[in-house]
C-alpha cells in the first residue's frame, strides 16, 4: 500500500500536510497519474473477477482492505489538473477518424472538460467503478458511490 500512498500523493493538486508543504509540480503529477489509473484499473478488474469465481465464499481479507483503501483514497483524490492529458492525447488519436459531427465535437469537448478536472482519475476508471457495483461489502459500494458521484458534481457543475 505504500506504493499506492506515493502514487495518489504525487497525483494530489493539494498538499498532504505532514509530508509536503505544497502540491507536486506539474511534471511529476503527469508521470504519475496514468500509472496510478492503469494499477488500480488492474486491482478493480481484477476483484470483479476474482468475486465472480469465488462466488459466496469471502475474499481474501487483504484484498478487501487493499480495494477498500483504493477506493477511499480515490474518491478524496483532488486530481491535479491535466495530470490525465496523456488520456486526452489517446482518444484524440482513437477519435481522428471522424470528428466532423456535431455529436463528436460534443464529446470531445466533454472529455476535454471531464479529463482536466479534478475528477480525472475518477472518470478514466468510469466502468471498472461501475462494475464494482456488483460485489456486495457495504464498505466497498459506499465507496464507488462517493466517486461516482464526485464525477457526476464535476459534469453538472
Not at 466533454?110 to 456488483?134: K, Q
Amino acid at each position: 500500500m505504500a506504493c499506492f500512498k506515493w502514487l495518489f500523493l504525487m497525483t494530489s493538486a493539494a498538499p498532504k500536510a505532514p509530508l509536503q508543504d505544497k502540491a507536486m509540480p506539474q511534471w511529476v503529477s503527469e508521470a504519475a497519474a496514468p500509472t496510478l489509473v492503469r494499477r488500480i484499473k488492474v486491482i478493480l478488474e481484477t476483484f470483479v473477477q476474482d468475486k465472480a469465481l469465488v462466488g459466496r465464499s469471502p475474499m481474501p481479507l487483504s484484498q478487501i482492505e487493499l480495494l477498500r483503501f483504493i477506493l477511499q483514497e480515490l474518491a478524496q483524490l483532488q486530481c491535479q489538473p491535466g495530470a490525465l492529458n496523456c488520456l486526452l492525447l489517446q482518444s484524440h488519436k482513437e477519435g481522428a477518424t471522424d470528428n466532423s459531427s456535431v455529436s463528436a465535437k460534443a464529446g470531445v469537448a466533454f472529455r476535454e472538460h471531464v479529463l482536466a478536472g479534478s475528477t480525472a482519475h475518477i472518470f478514466a476508471m468510469y466502468d471498472s467503478l461501475v462494475n464494482l457495483l456488483s460485489v456486495s461489502d457495504n464498505a466497498v459500494l459506499h465507496s464507488v458511490q462517493l466517486c461516482l458521484r464526485r464525477v457526476s458534481l464535476e459534469i453538472f457543475r
